[in-house]
């Protein structure tokens, strides 16, 4: 149980990125005030992010966060696929937050990098998203390579849950609404990650 909540507004300039945060503040019944942060984030390339968030988590808190993205994305409608994007550097947790995702979706196969074959197909047993497609495009050099793929044609598959791991290998090929997360190292086991639609 909660108190009274307060709502702190500011902003934050980071090179060509300019965020603007609300952080909601609950009261504990101790008197002592824990801070949400809610609000949009715009990206360098002018998309705001919706349903933003902020978040610093440990490794048992990822299947949790897992829950949370997943419930997010169920609420958007689409004709096609679903994408979510996950940035970062090697070890960050790209790949975990896939192998969770899949364990909730029901993926029984076990669910690895596909650095080397770029992409990997799974069936699941989920009633919203029949199929998970999981990308690694860290080898990627261009674009195109993808062509085999036939990535545009993933696009358009309904029922469908799209991850990238290191999306900005194959930026032009991404669609204007996805869910971007980045998470990055904040120490050896804790890990900062935002995320939020680009639409």
């Not at 949009?40 to 919706?50: F, K, N, V, Y």
């Not at 169920?74 to 790209?94: C, M």
């Not at 909730?104 to 196969?109: F, K, P, S, T, Y």
């Not at 990535?151 to 358009?156: A, H, K």
Request: aromatic share 8%; charged share 20%.
């Amino acid at each position: 149980m909660y108190g009274s909540t307060k709502r702190l507004y500011f902003t934050s300039v980071n090179g060509d990125n300019v965020s603007l945060f609300v952080c909601k503040m609950l009261e504990k019944p101790q008197g002592i005030f824990i801070g949400i942060l809610v609000g949009m984030e715009t990206h360098a390339s002018g998309q705001e992010l919706r349903e933003y968030f902020k978040k610093d988590i440990r490794p048992e808190d990822m299947s949790a966060l897992a829950h949370d993205v997943l419930s997010v994305v169920r609420t958007r409608t689409s004709q096609g696929a679903h994408v979510i994007t996950l940035s970062g550097p090697l070890g960050a947790g790209k790949t975990t937050f896939v192998q969770m995702c899949a364990q909730i979706l029901g993926v029984i196969e076990t669910v690895t990098s596909p650095t080397f074959v770029v992409q990997k197909r799974y069936e699941t047993t989920d009633v919203d998203f029949a199929s998970l497609v999981h990308i690694d495009a860290y080898r990627i050099e261009d674009p195109q390579e993808l062509a085999v793929l036939h990535f545009e044609e993933l696009l358009q598959e309904p029922r469908t849950l799209i991850m990238i791991e290191w999306p900005e290998r194959m930026a032009p090929l991404l669609p204007f609404e996805r869910y971007v997360m980045t998470l990055g190292h904040l120490s050896e086991d804790v890990r900062q990650v935002t995320g939020g639609y680009t639409a």
